[in-house]
């Protein structure tokens, strides 16, 4: 004859049991099969890409990791912290830079995506001692209070008048067969991916404006 099985269980365990066991059974085959398969091995292969590109007009090679995002490889990986992280999920626009004369939100982006690219930082825009009259009519205008937006509020203007000049509309402009004419209702569509949490939306309209007048 056999021994007895040991069949005690303390209340925490018999709760646990019961309540797995009614989670598995409700679920419909395909799925309680999953949960009951040995775990997915993880992919085999290089964790890190050698990447190239030309930042600020200098041919610039690392290595990255393969989830890095842009936005980390310029501020983590060059030390180039110019570009700034906000959210770090596409919500704020501080982490804006161009690629190949576009504006894109940086930390959407993986760094190993952009073997080859043109990419344009703040840096890249201007210095101090050498402004681009984006940044200098930001100063005149008081276009910012703590400044962590402004990076990117800076490589969004320049692309926004870019964008205007080529004759890419936007949700607000009205006629598509003629030229865009620049407006507050433009500048300000073509902005609003770009948060400032300072409020400083009147002047940095207003040093957008400044410009596009400048250079029309
Ligand atoms: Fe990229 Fe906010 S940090 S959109
Ligand atoms: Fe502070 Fe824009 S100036 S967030």
Redo the contacts with the bound molecule.
Sequence with gaps: MSPPVDIHLNRRDLMAGTAAAALTASLPGALRAQTTAAPLPLPKGPTTTPVSFRINGAETAIEVDNRMTLLDALREGLQMTGTKK?CDHGQCG?CTVMVNGRRINSCLTLACMHEGDEITSVEGIGQPDEMDPMQAAFVEHD????????PG?ICSARAVLDEIRAGIPSHVTGDLTAPIAISDAEIRERMSGN??????YAN?LAAITQVAEDQA
């Design positions: 906000g501080a276009g910012f209070q703590c400044g962590y937006c402004t509020q948060i400032c949490r300072c409020g400083a940095i």
